[in-house]
């Protein structure tokens, strides 16, 4: 099963911007759909965005819609999260989550990259 690593978190001032890096452990990487997931302190897990198989269908949460991007590079089994813009209610433990199909579960998750915004 493939194994998902993150890397990119860290301390941003508002406004400022990060990227995340997923990398996948195996070429199996281009049959997964991919989504980044995060969840803020004392809250529930949110979606935040979804990339299809080959990237050609980009879905986001309206709370970062327009400061957000998702891609991936099926060459380098990698999916990244471009956050620009940054504000402090982004401050979050963010997760990248793969699954086979539309409807299915999500079968691996990375162990999730913590990003803290100041004001």
């Known amino acids: 099963q493939v194994q998902l690593v993150e890397s990119g978190g860290g301390l941003v001032q508002a406004g400022g911007s990060l990227r995340f890096s997923c990398a996948a452990s195996?070429?199996?990487?281009?049959?997964?759909?991919m989504d980044w997931f995060r969840q803020a302190p004392g809250k529930e897990r949110e979606f935040v965005s979804g990339?299809?198989?080959?990237?050609?269908?980009?879905t986001y949460a309206d709370s970062v819609k327009g400061r957000f991007t998702v891609s991936r590079d099926n060459a380098k089994n990698t999916l990244y999260l471009q956050m620009n813009s940054l504000k402090p209610e982004d401050t979050a433990v963010y997760y990248c989550?793969?699954?086979?199909?539309?409807?299915?579960?999500?079968?691996?998750w990375g162990q999730g990259t913590l990003v803290t915004v100041s004001s």
């Open positions: 990339i299809t198989r080959s990237g050609g269908i980009r």
């Open positions: 989550a793969a699954r086979t199909t539309i409807q299915g579960t999500y079968e691996v």
């Open positions: 195996e070429r199996t990487f281009s049959t997964y759909i």
